[in-house]
């Protein structure tokens, strides 16, 4: 595994094989990436929201 992240190496690995691109002067297909990207942060957002309103609740 490259780097300090915090990701363990099977999943850094299934990543790296879905962004990359031969045809890429840097290695990786960008709409890719982004999409990728895009997806996670979606997701966070759902969870974020679902704890906004546990803690909202608890609190009444």
Known sequence: MKGNTMIDKETY???AEI???DE???GIDAKKTHILILHKL??????LDA????SKSERE
């Open 24 to 26: 890429s002067p840097v």
């Open 19 to 21: 962004i990359h691109s």
């Open 51 to 54: 704890l906004e309103k546990q």
């Open 13 to 15: 690995d299934q990543i």
């Open 42 to 47: 979606g997701e966070i957002e759902k969870r």
